[in-house]
């Protein structure tokens, strides 16, 4: 098993519509998840990062965890083309540093017009 | 934000010799810089921490020797692909944390012919 797991894309949404993206992870001693959406040829960017149970909400994302079922999940409203990107859910494990994210595979978004 | 610049972007090389890719934080001092991978199409991954002034550490499966790094300031962090070849090729990103987040720079891709 995948040490941090994405749904498989690519996914298609069209303008305007909503974006979801799933992650899970396998280590419990997870703590910081992280969310990074990286265009082709270029190194990642990060949207956002979520610490706490619940949801997390910045302009049109919002990220949501579920520690009991490994789960993180990122939105994008009001899809936009330029949010096509591949998304990539990272993970840092608690006692480690910040800088050592594991990554998942990445899930690749298209936005149509 | 931080920011984070990697020289060359891209570089290519014949088999056999060595490359050599500079990270440099600009405008914060880095005493850890973090060492990512990405071979097409898949996610990244870390190939070691460099610390100013003392070893890098390397994640399981990276070849120390091959991957040489030196972090001589607190600035400048440095990766010399030794001996390189068709396999070496990939994407390599270096990154720092400043104030808990993870600054990415624009990465350098090695083509080894």
């Known amino acids: 098993q995948k040490e941090v797991e994405q749904n498989s894309g690519p996914l298609s949404v069209p303008e305007g519509a909503i974006a979801s993206l799933n992650c899970t992870y396998s280590?419990?001693?997870?703590?910081?998840f992280f969310w990074y959406r990286q265009y082709s040829g270029k190194s990642p960017e990060l949207i956002m990062f979520i610490y706490s149970n619940g949801d997390k909400e910045d302009g049109r994302f919002t990220a949501q965890l579920n520690k009991a079922s490994q789960y993180v999940s990122l939105l994008i409203r009001d899809s936009q083309p330029s949010d096509s990107a591949t998304y990539l859910c990272?993970?840092?494990?608690?006692?480690?540093?910040?800088?050592?994210?594991?990554f998942g595979q990445g899930t690749i978004l298209t936005v149509h017009p | 934000g931080a920011v984070v610049s990697q020289h060359p972007s891209w570089v290519i090389c014949k088999s056999g010799t060595s490359v050599k890719i500079e990270c440099r934080s600009l405008d914060f001092q880095a005493t850890t810089m973090f060492w990512y991978r990405q071979f097409p199409k898949q996610s990244l991954m870390l190939m070691a921490t460099?610390?100013?002034?003392?070893?890098?550490?390397?994640e399981q499966g990276v070849e120390k020797d091959k991957f040489l790094i030196n972090h001589a300031s607190l600035t400048l962090s440095t990766l010399t692909v030794t001996s390189a070849h068709p396999e070496d090729s990939s994407f390599y990103i270096c990154s720092a944390t400043y104030t808990g987040e993870l600054f990415f720079g624009e990465g350098s891709r090695l083509t080894v012919l």
């Open positions: 280590d419990r001693g997870s703590q910081s």
């Open positions: 990272a993970v840092k494990v608690g006692g480690t540093s910040y800088g050592k994210l594991t």
């Open positions: 460099s610390n100013e002034g003392s070893k890098a550490t390397y």
